[in-house]
């Protein structure tokens, strides 16, 4: 199931269980959840990096092709000019 929470506010709920984890009265089966939780938190805030990343670099890769498509399309046209 899919959450509809927010990745954002996935801060505070991480801190949140991780508070409840704290406490030596809870119950195995809510322990377990909780558990559960964590790592699931844990995991959407690792692939939210992963992707910001990701599409830096993506980024970073248009900047360059268009970097050097501009330079290559400058220089022809500059040698156009000039007869070549």
Do not use: H, N
Not at 29 to 34: D, L, N, S, V
Not at 57 to 66: G, N, Y
Not at 77 to 84: I, T
Request: proline share 1%; aromatic share 2%; hydrophobic share 35%.
């Amino acid at each position: 199931m899919r959450s509809r929470l927010p990745i954002s506010r996935s801060r505070c709920l991480l801190t949140g269980y991780t508070d409840l984890l704290k406490q030596e009265s809870l119950s195995a089966q809510t322990r377990k959840i909780a558990e559960v939780r964590v790592a699931t938190l844990k995991l959407r805030g690792q692939a939210k990096a992963e992707f910001i990343a990701a599409k830096e670099e993506q980024r970073l890769a248009a900047d360059r092709q268009k970097a050097l498509l501009g330079g290559a399309r400058g220089d022809s046209a500059a040698d156009q000019r000039k007869g070549k």
